[in-house]
């Protein structure tokens, strides 16, 4: 029952929010902020008291479940299930809730209570994403969270916002479909081998398939969730999405609707169509490498601050598809601890980027410089979140990358000398970054205030959890690695098996 | 004809009552509001009549109507739309200073057209029916007679549908020369028994499939629609969209698939060539309009498109999806035309998609009900287009036709921009203030559309009540 409230106390809080609006703008945002906080404690106190017993759990694999017949028709059923990984997940999605509400406080001044309507739908349609493990739902979940983000890319954004926000909407919409039908093939494969219609994942788990329907079904899956992560050839609507959207929208884009991606390769491509993925794990991991290189080339170049970071991200989560598709227990650590670490410290810098453009009312590196004189403690933080994308040791980032390489470099040392070029291409745009925007003399005699006390206690937290990320990992990986044993369970032989 | 034919019929025969009394009412005395009463109370008890006549199903009155649970669903169907589509007339008429009061007289016939044609049997009443409709509409469409579209519209309108039905009247000549008999269940025999080679059949089927294709506005014969649509009134344009197409449909579905027609090779490729050029010609259309009236023409000619997918699954699962699906084109086709009739004037129709700039911050409310109905006809989950489109594909999926349903999906995103453009435009705010057309919004319509919004929200998220009762239509 306690993940029913989760995403209704989003839903609810939301409508209040709106209503109250009316009257006080105030007093919407501290619903809002009310919410992501009680969920956020929720899923604290949820950690701290099964955190001992996570690999024996009560109800069979997960740690809470809710299952409710829905369409019984269809066999389609309202179930949600939480296990370590989900936990981390959601924690990561109230965590960057609070951070997107109080990042709003300022910056968005007209229609805020329909602002935080759909800023709290947002959030309980990737609570969704993140605990269905009913198929259709998880689709269902997947589809709805994307009408209020248009929203708020395409009324709260910048210049170019019907553009960024349709396209967004589309390129997921479509490759969303391609999911419908995968889903509905395996459904329908599920029912030809066993006489039952379901759409649980723990009973489609190990349907026996043909190779190439296997092969297809696994397609449209990866599709959807490569749209999302982004794989490079389907990456073009996230830096335009990124860019164009408010500071919320893009902590919440960067920070969690690229993970519900990972996430489903993770929970989903893999675990179902084993077989599928080990032949495809080849093409996933060159793309997971191109995208990488390409991705932190195509950083270097830019001049917009959120441009840039957008651009960093999909080099970030080539690193998080290299270690899935690699699939052994090192690469799969890493790639959980990439996704959590890239959610902070990106998220993190495009806080920064709101707070920039909140004051100079620009994002264009070439009209910064020396920012350090007049903002010392807010280019402080922006030089950490930095070092974090560049993956300096001591921060969250570095521990996942690392991982993720020493895992791959037992399925293939090239491709792992070729990312850790990557790694070395993240040094010059972070650095860029920094000196560009921060360093070097005030050559436009900016005289702006430093950090306020809201934005303080926006970006502490975020240093505090990078660093713990970065320095005692463990807890963290005590709790998904129950869940990483078992999803490696469903697969019988090792997924990447290259040439070396 | 005895007694318990009369109570199977007597939906039918309340509403053809309800047309001739609502017609001595007006040659009285005219009222609008009375009259709106009588003809809502007339859709309410031929509603309530379709219970008393479920006791005698399934039953063949004559050789030409079979009543049926199929026959009483569509009935509900029709005379619900109707009910509907009879208070936005109400709300919109209101407007214009002109005689209303026939208008509802045509209403109910068209309907009582619908009905017949749901449940008929035999050519003539095939005939019978599709003359009652589209007769009735020829004079719908041109309500306003003042203004030049709807005029335009209506004798476009005439010509062209007498031209099909001349051609679907030679078909069932032809057919009736070659198996000497006009009974449905007979010819779908016939088809379905492998008389592929019997040419004289087959021109016949292809000529009442153009005059069925007409009705239905599926390309290549589709040229009437987005012209009808901006030129009729909009609750009329509501009403051939909903009530017409789908009393057609209905009527295909029942002899193509119930009768195992379906087995026909030939028949089947013309449906999908039909079906894939629908989908594509409709949506690509649509990307080039500028008016809301012409978008959702197009828009519909692709819907029929999908309907057609489903269809050719055949079977259990694809009737099933095509009535599920047609019930959540309804809600939504008359949701989004009740917008635009709500929101027009008596001057002018709010048809250009700069009247709708910034209306959200405006009129929120009516804008929610126009977004969650352009959503739906996008297929986005909660609302009762996503699970129509759902069951398509899965309907598709089930018998494996990959690629009916690749380009299903390709061209619904296709679709999906041009809704999100109009969502767009509600959500922009406007430079300055543009003119409102209706200045007012009338309690009556607000009432209609909340409805259907509930409704269409209610089968987008726990459609279980509705698919129980499709499958009693459709037992397994």
């Known amino acids: 029952m306690i993940l029913i409230w989760l995403i209704a106390i989003l839903l609810v809080a939301g409508l209040v929010a709106w209503a109250t609006a009316r009257w006080s703008t105030q007093a919407a945002r501290w619903v809002a902020l009310a919410a992501t906080l009680a969920d956020f404690f929720i899923t604290l106190v949820l950690w701290a008291r099964y955190y001992g017993q996570l690999s024996i759990l009560p109800q069979g694999n997960w740690i809470e479940q809710v299952d409710w017949k829905w369409i019984p028709s269809f066999g389609i059923h309202f179930h949600l299930a939480l296990d370590g990984l989900s936990l981390l997940l959601i924690m990561l999605t109230f965590f960057l809730g609070i951070v997107s509400v109080l990042v709003s406080w300022k910056e968005i001044q007209d229609r805020v209570g329909f602002f935080h309507l759909n800023l709290l739908w947002v959030l309980a349609g990737i609570t969704g994403v993140f605990l269905a493990i009913d198929l259709f739902l998880f689709y269902f979940a997947w589809e709805v969270m994307l009408v209020p983000m248009y929203f708020l890319i395409a009324i709260w954004g910048h210049e170019r916002r019907q553009y960024a926000s349709v396209k967004f909407f589309l390129f997921t919409q479509l490759s969303g479909l391609l999911m419908l039908i995968a889903i509905l093939g395996l459904y329908f494969a599920h029912h030809a081998a066993t006489g039952i219609y379901t759409f649980e994942y723990e009973q489609l788990l190990g349907t026996p398939l043909s190779s190439t329907a296997a092969w297809w079904m696994m397609l449209g899956f990866f599709i959807a969730f490569a749209v999302k992560l982004p794989v490079v050839p389907v990456h073009t609507w996230l830096p335009d999405a990124h860019t164009e959207a408010p500071t919320a929208g893009s902590v919440i884009l960067a920070g969690l609707l690229l993970k519900t991606g990972a996430y489903g390769l993770l929970r989903f491509v893999v675990p179902l169509f084993p077989d599928a993925a080990h032949r495809f794990a080849p093409f996933a991991m060159t793309l997971a490498v191109i995208g990488i290189l390409y991705g932190g080339m195509l950083a270097l170049g830019q001049s917009d601050f959120k441009r840039l970071v957008a651009y960093t991200s999909v080099s970030h989560l080539g690193f998080v598809l290299l270690g899935i598709f690699a699939w052994n227990e090192l690469a799969l650590q890493g790639a959980v601890i990439t996704m959590i670490a890239h959610g902070i410290s990106t998220g993190a810098l495009f806080v920064i980027a709101g707070l920039l453009q909140e004051r100079m009312h620009t994002r264009q590196l070439d009209r910064m410089s020396g920012l350090w004189n007049t903002m010392p403690r807010l280019s402080g933080a922006a030089l950490l979140f930095a070092l ?113 | 004809m005895n007694g318990t034919d009369a109570i199977a019929l007597l939906p039918l025969i309340v509403l053809a009552g309800t047309a001739v009394l609502v017609m001595l009412a007006t040659a009285v005395r005219r009222n609008h509001g009375f009259t709106l009463i009588l003809t809502l109370a007339g859709l309410a008890a031929a509603f309530g009549c379709i219970w008393i006549a479920a006791s005698t199903v399934p039953r063949q009155v004559t050789s030409l109507l079979l009543i049926d649970d199929y026959s009483l669903f569509y009935f509900g169907l029709l005379i619900a739309a109707s009910f509907a589509v009879a208070i936005l007339c109400y709300d919109y008429f209101e407007k214009h200073d002109i005689n209303r009061e026939e208008l509802y007289i045509l209403l109910l016939i068209a ?63 032809l057919i009736y020369a070659d198996l000497g008999t006009m009974n449905f269940s007979r010819v779908a025999y016939a088809l379905g028994a492998g008389s592929s080679s019997d040419t004289l059949l087959l021109c016949g089927v292809v000529l009442i499939i153009t005059g069925i294709g007409f009705k239905l506005a599926v390309f290549p014969f589709h040229l009437w629609t987005p012209d009808v649509y901006e030129g009729a009134p909009a609750p009329v344009a509501a009403f051939v969209a909903t009530v017409s197409k789908g009393a057609m449909f209905a009527l295909l579905l029942r002899y193509f698939y119930r009768s195992g027609a379906d087995a026909n090779r030939q028949l089947l490729l013309v449906f999908t060539i039909i079906a894939i050029a629908s989908m594509i010609g409709g949506n690509l259309l649509a990307l080039l309009q500028d008016n809301v009236k012409r978008v959702l023409a197009y828009s519909s000619i692709a819907h029929m498109g999908y309907l057609l997918v489903a269809f050719l699954t055949g079977g259990q699962m694809g009737a099933r999806a095509v009535t599920f699906y047609l019930v959540a084109y309804f809600i939504t086709t008359l949701g989004a035309f009740g917008v635009v009739s709500v929101l027009s004037g008596g001057d002018a129709e709010a048809e250009h998609i700069a009247d709708y700039q910034g209306l959200f911050w405006r009129r929120p409310a009516l804008a929610g009900v126009f977004t969650v109905m352009l959503l739906s006809l996008a297929g986005i989950p909660m609302t009762a287009g996503f699970l129509g489109k759902f069951y398509i594909v899965a309907a598709g999926a089930s018998s494996a036709n990959w690629a009916l349903i690749l ?62 009762m499709i499958r009693t239509v459709f037992p397994s």
């Open chain 1, 388 to 500: 974090g994308s560049l993956g300096l040791p001591g921060l969250g980032d570095f521990v996942g990358e690392f991982l993720v390489l020493m895992g791959t470099y037992r399925v293939s040392p090239l491709l792992t000398i070729l990312a850790t070029i990557g790694v070395l291409v993240a040094t010059f745009y972070a650095l860029r970054l920094v000196q560009r925007a921060f360093h070097g003399p005030n050559l436009h005699e900016w005289n702006l205030p430093d950090l306020g006390k809201r934005e303080t206690a926006i970006l502490a937290p975020m240093i505090v959890a990078l660093l713990w990320l970065g320095l005692y990992p463990l807890p963290v990986m005590n709790t998904f690695k129950p869940v990483l044993n078992r999803l490696q369970n469903y697969v019988s032989r090792p997924v990447a098996a290259l040439r070396r």
């Open chain 2, 111 to 173: 309907t009582l057209g619908g009905a017949v044609l749901v449940a008929s049997s035999h050519f003539a009443s095939f005939f019978l029916g599709l003359e009652m409709l589209s007769i009735s509409l020829y004079a719908m469409v041109s309500y306003l007679p003042l203004r030049r579209l709807p005029l335009e519209a209506g004798i476009k309108y005439l010509i062209l549908a007498a031209t099909s039905a001349a051609i679907l009247l030679f078909g069932m000549a």
């Open chain 2, 407 to 468: 380009i299903l999906v390709v061209t619904s995103v296709i679709g999906l921009y041009y809704y999100l453009r109009i969502v767009a435009v509600m959500y922009f705010t406007p430079e300055q203030e543009p003119v409102l057309i209706a200045p007012q919004i009338s309690t009556l319509g607000g009432v209609v559309l909340g409805t259907l919004a509930i409704l269409l929200l209610w089968v987008g998220t726990y459609p279980s009540p509705l698919l129980n």
